[in-house]
């Protein structure tokens, strides 16, 4: 299908008229690297300002989009500003399932490895539009996926510490830098947040965990574990930053995962507890639901990610995971329940995860998790994995042809007949929609 769709969606770039141009363009984004040998001629339509006036965005802006995906550097000049702009429109709409802009985020987290190319534009607007700018927050969200790589954006985050719209947001940024954003500790302990304990209490530990004091923040942490009243258990996946060093709250640890009933609580507490004792066996179990559900035709797509970067970090799995992933891997559906581009997006990540998992050794392999120092939710594969990471992405599953293909759909028609395509365009329901619906039930783990 891939073979058949890109020389039709490439073929369609050069078409005089702008609204296919526009459909073709944002067909070879949704497909990734995989539509790297039309990078040349997606370059030639950066400055291609046709539209269509029942579709959101321009053919140049798809098209700096498609570049994106692919890693293609052409894409980078430019693009800050042009999201920017896209944040600060008044009055924009668009339907979810049909071609649209992609949200900054989407946009600007995966090009970590060009930070010291992207980070300057980045904080030239954070610099002159403040904390209540468009674009800040989204920028933000950004800089916290990139960790340490945007250290160099810290005197530009200091000042928003002020304003409780971005001070949350900035704090998230430093606890993900660490000690490296030591120098942060004296305006972030004066910062202004929404009152409420949680809040100070964040500012406390952040405080003491950017400043090196590890034993300071385990203990912050730790006793506002033990104190915490049912149904809230406190800050219990933080210990899992400490290592080793915060066994002695396993059995607490341990009791949230075995009682609580939330699939997402029990998940994170069962990483945790492979992080603090070492043990990979007693969370096995709760890794083996998660992954399990899914397989059985389950939607908690966000606890699924999760569990699936647990597994990764700790180098194994067991035979029935196993089974499972291989049954997910087979599968046509589509792995999320999002509309438009970002579904496409959530099934590549999960679909790549579900690649690097498989690619690990038996659950004999030993736990790679304790004792590492990182912060809860940020985890990373040490083994070769990262092939197949980069292969299944490369290789757009065939499950999101489903989505793509009632777009061409729609270009065919339109080569076919124009006034078929103003019909389709105007009706208010996008192809997308007529030949793939998500499917229906609880959400739970972030989509």
Known sequence: MEAALLPLAGGLLTDPDGAIRLRAVNILAALGPAAAPYADRLAELLDDDAADEYLDGTVGEFARWALARSGDPRALPGLVEQLRAQEEEQGRGYVTGDPRRPDITDVLSPLRAHADVLLPAMREVIRRDGARGGATRGLLAVLETWGEDALSALPDLLPLLADTWTSIHVIRILQAMGPAAASAEPALRTCQVIDHP????????????????REAALRLVGEAVLAAQEPGYGPFGALAGFGLAAAPYAERVRSIMETSTQPWTQLSA?????????????????????????AAGGDLFGVFHDALRALIRLGGTSPAIRTALLAVRESQRRLS????????????????LVEQALACPGADAGCQMADEGCLPGI??????????????IQGVAVRH?????????????AIASPIIISAVSGSGHCAVDQCHS??????????
């Open 198 to 213: 949680g809040n100070h209490w964040t500012v406390t530990w952040t405080a003491a965990w950017i400043s090196g004091n």
């Open 270 to 294: 069962a990483v945790t507890l492979v992080s603090i004792t070492g043990e990979a066996g007693p969370a096995m179990a709760v890794l083996e639901q998660c992954v399990l559900a899914i």
């Open 337 to 352: 329940q999002l509309d438009g581009y970002q579904g496409i997006l959530q099934d590549e990540e999960l679909r790549a």
């Open 379 to 392: 985890l990373t594969c040490n083994r070769q994995g990262g092939e197949h990471v980069r292969q299944a």
């Open 401 to 413: 042809w489903a989505m793509v293909i009632g777009i061409t759909m729609v270009i065919l028609a």
């Open 438 to 447: 998500p499917g229906t039930g609880g959400g739970g783990g972030g989509g």
